[in-house]
């Protein structure tokens, strides 16, 4: 069995969910074709780097990331600090010739996106990218069901993330309201997952229109390490949030079907509500996040006016027998991180293309890019590759 080294560039959510992938993938997935091994794990934090060691098994741990991707025994680097970071992370992982899997939404601005994809195919590495809610159980039955002609043509999608994360006006100013930390706010941070999941489901995204909107202009300046869901206190210094904290888009699909966004971390009531609403000329498809192990399903040929049938997940859906046996007993947020590490690593192990990798987080940041321009422009905007290789209106083929 091959033996894959990992180095782990940042060792918060993300990265901690990552690792304990790779402790999990042996016990999960019996029937791999590689051996995971923590190797290293890059942390500015000191007691990150100490957890590294200690509570997670790596091999060593560094301060300076520059080491973990060079180092010889790693064959794989995992980027999961903030999103500024990715760049230097993937350019130099891939001048090394590395396998790269970066958490989205990969930089903070579209063009630095494509920039990585760039990086990736000059080196010739392999690529994935972090959006793990495209491999939920039922989300990839919602697929089927799609592909199979179920719902007939689709004719409207509805997708939404709304987060309480920011909510509170004493939320520290992390990284992620910071423009040279973060690039842009919403659009990079939850939009891309809403987008990710409707190119999945219904396809490419050909024109937008759409707002913005920083609903919480200033933040308790965090002292140290901040974690995402940190409180300042009334008292403490403020500093400027750069950027958005709400957005919506409007959309056409390429197939014809249009479409509405939303997303916000804001927003007070939904803790995380990433969902999607899909409706088709024979049927409906809704999913929410916080109700991770149902689809609800709606069938015109069904009993007339009967409403939608709640589909619970189980061991019949991809991979959830993996985690839990039966029907109805729940998995959850980590176990689709392991099952996205478990299919990018078996495709590094069997020689196969990752979907979705560097490509197709492009696919996503060309619908941001007209998003943005639309905010300029107060008009709707075509969706254009920004990598050039697509013909116009088809960026998430
Ligand atoms: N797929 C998802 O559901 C999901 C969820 C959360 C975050 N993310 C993404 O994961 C990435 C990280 O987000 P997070 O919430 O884990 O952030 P975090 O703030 O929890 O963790 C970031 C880590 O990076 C470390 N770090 C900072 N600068 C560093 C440097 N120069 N070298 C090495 N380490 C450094 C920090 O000390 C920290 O441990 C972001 O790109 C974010 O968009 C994805």
Redo the contacts with the bound molecule.
């Keep these: 069995m091959e033996r894959i080294g990992i180095a782990v560039?940042?060792?918060?959510?993300?990265?901690q969910a990552h690792s304990r992938s790779a402790l999990r993938i042996p016990s999960l997935f019996p029937d791999r074709a590689f051996t995971p091994e923590l190797v290293v794990c890059?942390?500015?934090?000191e007691s990150?780097r100490r957890r590294a060691v200690d509570d997670f098994g790596f091999a060593r741990a560094v301060e300076d990331?520059r080491e973990a991707v060079a180092a010889d025994d790693v064959d794989a680097v995992w980027v999961?600090?903030?999103?500024m970071?990715?760049i230097p992370m993937i350019e130099a992982a891939c001048a090394a010739g590395k396998a790269v899997f970066s958490?989205?939404?990969i930089g903070g601005r579209p063009d630095q996106a494509v920039t990585a994809y760039r990086a990736a195919q000059a080196a010739g590495v392999a690529t994935g990218v972090?959006y793990?809610y495209l491999w939920a159980p039922l989300v990839l039955h919602a697929r089927d069901l799609i592909a199979s002609g179920e719902l007939g043509d689709i004719t409207h999608y509805r997708g939404r993330f709304l987060s309480m994360y920011g909510s509170d006006e004493l939320g520290l100013l992390t990284?992620r309201f910071l423009f040279d930390q973060a690039g842009y706010g919403v659009t990079s941070?939850i939009l891309s997952h809403s987008v990710s999941l409707a190119q999945f489901l219904v396809g490419p995204i050909a024109e937008v229109v759409g707002m913005r909107e920083t609903t919480i202009k200033q933040r308790p300046l965090p002292t140290g390490?901040a974690s995402?869901y940190g409180r300042g206190r009334p008292e403490d210094p403020k500093g400027d949030v750069e950027n958005e904290d709400f957005a919506s888009m409007l959309c056409t699909f390429a197939n014809g079907a249009t479409g509405t966004f939303e997303v916000g971390r804001a927003i007070v009531g939904p803790e995380s509500q990433n969902a999607f609403e899909i409706y088709g000329t024979k049927g409906a498809l809704a999913w929410n996040l916080e109700e991770l192990n149902e689809l609800r399903l709606y069938r015109l040929g069904d009993d007339a006016n009967t409403g939608y049938t709640t589909i619970f997940g189980g061991d019949r859906f991809p991979f959830h027998g993996a985690f839990v046996p039966g029907q109805a007993n729940a998995i959850g947020f980590e176990d689709l991180v392991a099952i996205e590490d478990f299919s990018f690593l078996q495709s590094l192990a069997t020689g196969t293309t990752f979907s979705p990798g560097f490509r197709e987080a492009v696919d996503i940041v060309s619908v941001q890019q007209a998003l943005i321009d639309s905010w300029e422009s107060r008009t709707w905007e075509r969706v254009r590759d920004l990598a050039g290789e697509r013909s116009e209106g088809s960026a998430g083929s």
Excluded: F, I, Q, S
């Excluded at 999961?80 to 999103?83: R, V």
């Design positions: 560039l940042g060792l918060g959510w993300m990265g890059a942390d500015v934090e990150r990331w999961t600090a903030p999103n970071l990715h958490e989205k939404p972090g793990n990284w941070d390490a995402h």
